[in-house]
């Protein structure tokens, strides 16, 4: 069992902290910046114990060194870590072991080539791979790997909640919904995004489930998507790989 805390960082991150509940120890995902951290710890009285890191770059790990100059804690990341702070390595199929908790490393490249995935306990800590209603941008990868790892994301228990490193939900439905804007499910979920975000609450965590209705990275496989891509770039588009490769692109200009 554990317990999840948002922080807020920068202007859209989210550093997800961690907690066993009834023990003062935590354990933070991606910071960025360490200052809001040790803010967090102090207001809860709670000691880090370990950091997790999903991929390399500054605003997920910006905030390492900070952290380790007050607490000496085991960094957990890739083999293919390229920010050199992490010191516990993970292929995918590896089970970390932090603390209480058992997480199942998943590689998950695309954004970057390093990116990987926590998932464990009913939750995935995805990083910049996968957002609620959208994807990563193609930084270091191609189109074909960043649709894979969004498959074996998709293939995962529909109950699975997700936490993934940005407030980008309102804006991905807005884009999900130019492409097929009858989709009930997500006319309701932004309504329902927009009422948390009024309250200045966040979007996340999603699940998986929901994903599954309204992402369109995770539908290319659907008429409607296809349909609308064909339309948009006036071209016929055979196989999902195909559609999600000029979903992306659409998105990249939206």
């Known amino acids: 069992m554990l317990s999840i805390t948002p922080i807020s960082a920068f202007h859209d991150n989210y550093i997800w902290m961690i907690n066993h509940p009834g023990s003062h120890y935590a354990w933070v995902v991606d910071p960025g910046d360490h200052r809001p951290v040790l803010k967090t710890l102090e207001a809860k009285g709670w000691e880090l114990k370990g950091i997790l890191l999903t991929h390399h770059h500054t605003d997920h790990c910006g905030g390492i060194l900070g952290l380790l100059e007050h607490f000496p804690v085991p960094v957990y990341g890739s083999y293919r870590d390229e920010s050199g702070l992490a010191d516990r ?3 995918g199929g590896n089970t970390a072991h932090i603390g209480p908790f058992h997480f199942l490393v998943l590689e998950i490249p695309g954004h970057t080539l390093d990116h990987i995935a926590f998932y464990g ?10 957002f609620s209603s959208g994807c990563g941008r193609i930084f270091e990868g191609t189109a074909p790997q960043m649709f894979n790892s969004l498959n074996q994301l998709r293939s995962l228990d529909d109950n699975t909640q997700v936490y993934c490193g940005h407030e980008y939900t309102e804006h991905n439905l807005k ?4 492409l097929e804007p009858e989709n009930a499910d997500a006319k309701q979920y932004l309504r329902n995004v927009q009422l948390l975000r009024s309250r200045h609450h966040p979007s996340l965590p999603s699940t998986l489930g929901l994903e599954k209705k309204v992402n369109p990275f995770f539908r290319c496989d659907q008429p409607t998507i296809r349909e609308s891509a064909e339309r948009h770039y006036s071209q016929k588009l055979l196989q999902p790989i195909d559609v999600f490769a000029k979903v992306r692109d659409w998105k990249d200009h939206f």
Not at 121 to 130: A, Q, Y
Not at 175 to 178: C, N
């Open 89 to 91: 390595l993970f292929q």
């Open 121 to 130: 306990h009913g939750v995935l800590f995805c990083g910049d791979t996968l």
């Open 175 to 178: 884009f999900a919904l130019a």
